[in-house]
């Protein structure tokens, strides 16, 4: 499963470029997968949900199901949060798995940065940010600068990048 990370400062743009990318890589024929980190606690579950009510009563992991999908919940207490590989371990083998966050880690990554927000290029200090995605050019960078609305031009990249094939062919007239 190839993997690339989607990095950037707070309101970057992060999101908003995962979700305009997926329906480009899809209708490629790609199966791709997300992970989202973040640093805020998240809850999932609704309070008074029978889910819920298995958590707060001590369960370790909750796996609530339904005809159209399935989700399980961990509450790590006092372990450690997982690591990214071992994140990765746990998802379904897909073409491609876009990871948003883990910034400091270190695996391949394509920055997402507008110059508007007023802060630093991440690129500059991280040699595994492999292309920066702007919205405006950057002067002196050394490596691919992509324009942040074409997402047709940000999926070649990316394909390019990962080894990975467009499995759907359009036949032209």
Same mark, same amino acid.
């Given at each position: 499963?190839?993997?690339?990370?989607?990095?950037?400062?707070?309101?970057?743009?992060?999101?908003?470029?995962?979700?305009?990318?997926?329906?480009?890589?899809?209708?490629?024929?790609?199966?791709?997968?997300?992970?989202?980190?973040?640093?805020?606690?998240?809850?999932?579950?609704?309070?008074?949900?029978?889910?819920?009510?298995?958590?707060?009563?001590?369960?370790? /992991? !909750?796996?609530?199901? $339904?005809?159209?999908?399935?989700? %399980?919940? +961990? *509450?790590?207490? #006092?372990?450690?949060?997982?690591?990214?590989?071992?994140?990765?371990?746990?998802?379904?083998?897909?073409?491609?798995?876009?990871?948003?966050?883990?910034?400091?880690?270190?695996?391949?990554?394509? /920055? !997402?940065?507008?110059? $508007?927000?007023?802060?630093?290029? %991440?690129? +500059? *200090?991280?040699? #595994?940010?492999?292309?920066?995605?702007?919205?405006?050019?950057?002067?002196?960078?050394?490596?691919?600068?992509?324009?942040?609305?074409?997402?047709?031009?940000?999926?070649?990249?990316?394909?390019?990048?990962?080894?990975?094939?467009?499995?759907?062919?359009?036949?032209?007239?």
């Amino acid at each position: 499963m190839k993997t690339l990370g989607l990095v950037g400062w707070s309101g970057s743009g992060k999101t908003t470029l995962v979700v305009r990318l997926l329906p480009e890589l899809t209708a490629r024929g790609l199966r791709v997968s997300t992970m989202k980190h973040t640093h805020h606690d998240i809850e999932l579950d609704k309070p008074g949900k029978d889910s819920h009510r298995h958590r707060f009563a001590g369960a370790t /992991e !909750v796996l609530v199901t $339904s005809p159209a999908r399935w989700a %399980l919940i +961990r *509450e790590l207490r #006092s372990t450690p949060e997982p690591d990214l590989d071992s994140l990765i371990t746990r998802m379904e083998p897909v073409d491609l798995l876009l990871v948003e966050g883990f910034k400091s880690h270190r695996f391949d990554k394509l /920055e !997402v940065h507008r110059p $508007s927000n007023g802060k630093p290029l %991440l690129a +500059r *200090e991280d040699p #595994s940010v492999i292309a920066v995605a702007s919205d405006m050019p950057i002067p002196g960078l050394n490596i691919p600068l992509l324009d942040l609305d074409d997402m047709p031009a940000i999926a070649e990249f990316i394909l390019g990048h990962c080894g990975l094939q467009t499995k759907i062919t359009h036949d032209t007239p």
